[in-house]
């Protein structure tokens, strides 16, 4: 029964280029949330999404980031022309109903951009 | 809105010595209260959470917390350290009545020092 898997584990890139990081929630989970922990802070809270709609991206920068959870495969979190301001480490994390008792959190990716 | 502080950055401890981690919050309606540890290189692993009952409660690992409503903490306690419980510690917050957002801490680094 696998946890909530995220991959790339590490993503390099140049400024200018594209990061896409993937997510699979745990089974049975339908609603992802997506969370960004910049160096020495706590996590802050980015978008929530359930299959094909997104329920509230408050959190999510107006520019270059966008995030998606398809019917079919993992959620995608998509930053476009990164800049070094985005290197930080972002978490997935995923539950069977509202979230509101707590999350399931995947190992994150790391954003480095150089 | 909710926030939550966390009072110490860094607490060494020595292995086999008692331990607490501090954790207050603000917030103007009721609140679920987290905490979750996060071993280096590591995604967020729930140790416990307080949504009612009793305030004392007990997680993974020999953790315990305490919700104190009127001094609106929720201090983290472990009476024996040891070496593997040498991590970062969040504490977070979730409003009642259906939010899904976590607001987190900054974070508190436990070394425990053999």
């Known amino acids: 029964n696998a946890g909530v898997m995220q991959n790339p584990r590490h993503l390099v890139r140049r400024r200018g280029q594209e990061a896409r990081l993937r997510c699979s929630p745990m089974?049975?989970?339908?609603?992802v949330y997506w969370y960004r922990q910049l160096p020495e802070e706590g996590l802050k809270f980015m978008v929530y999404?359930?299959?094909?709609?997104?329920?509230?991206e408050s959190g999510m920068p107006k520019e270059r980031f966008s995030a998606e959870f398809p019917k079919e495969g993992p959620s995608i979190l998509r930053i476009q022309q990164v800049v070094r301001g985005d290197s930080a480490a972002y978490f997935c994390?995923?539950?069977?109903?509202?979230?509101?008792?707590?999350?399931?959190f995947g190992s994150g990716t790391r954003l480095t951009v150089v | 809105a909710q926030s939550v502080t966390q009072l110490d950055s860094q607490v060494p401890v020595f292995e086999e010595a008692p331990v607490e981690l501090r954790c207050n919050y603000s917030?103007?309606?009721?609140?679920?209260l987290f905490w979750y540890v996060q071993y280096p290189n590591q995604g967020l692993q729930l140790l416990l959470k307080?949504?009612?009952?009793?305030?004392l409660v007990k997680g993974i690992n020999g953790f315990e917390a305490e919700f104190n409503k009127s001094q609106t903490s929720f201090h983290l306690r472990k009476p024996s350290v040891h070496i593997s419980d040498t991590a970062e510690y969040f504490c977070a917050v979730s409003e009642r009545a259906g939010s899904y957002q976590l607001t987190f801490g900054k974070g508190t680094k436990l070394s425990v020092i053999p």
């Open positions: 307080y949504l009612s009952g009793s305030t």
């Open positions: 917030s103007s309606v009721s609140v679920y």
């Open positions: 089974k049975g989970h339908s609603h």
């Open positions: 994390a995923s539950s069977p109903a509202g979230g509101e008792y707590g999350y399931t």
């Open positions: 999404l359930q299959k094909e709609n997104i329920i509230d």
